[in-house]
């Protein structure tokens, strides 16, 4: 496995949830790391994005109510999320982006922690 989520749960409206995504393997060769998050019937959404260099951005839903960060030594990204809203209730991913030869990357994914926020 070369990315492990864990941190996922059931929170109430206003909660607090902290994720964590542990890289392995090649994917410790990452340029850039991110949580994604998906609903039944519904693509795919980018969270928040961290680069090696600790430069973060985030979906416009939740900035200024989660906070990405990462641990380069550890090989660990975190998710802060504070103020859950029912709507932040979905599966979410965490990512690796690795550059590789010829100006290509390539992905890793973890295999999703639910988040489940009750009103």
């Known amino acids: 496995v070369q990315l492990q989520a864990s941190g996922g749960g059931l929170v109430q409206v206003g909660g607090s949830l902290r994720l964590s995504c542990a890289a392995a393997?090649?994917?410790?060769?990452?340029?850039?790391m991110g949580w994604y998050r998906q609903v039944p019937g519904k693509s795919r959404e980018l969270v928040a994005a961290i680069t090696r260099g600790g430069t973060p951005s985030y979906g416009s839903s939740v900035k200024g109510r989660f906070t990405i960060s990462i641990d380069v030594a550890k090989y660990t990204m975190y998710l802060q999320m504070n103020s859950l809203k029912v709507e932040d209730t979905a599966v979410y991913y965490c990512n690796a982006e690795r550059r590789i030869s010829g100006g290509e990357t390539t992905d890793y994914w973890g295999q999703g922690t639910q988040v489940t926020v009750s009103s």
């Open positions: 393997g090649s994917a410790r060769g990452f340029n850039v």
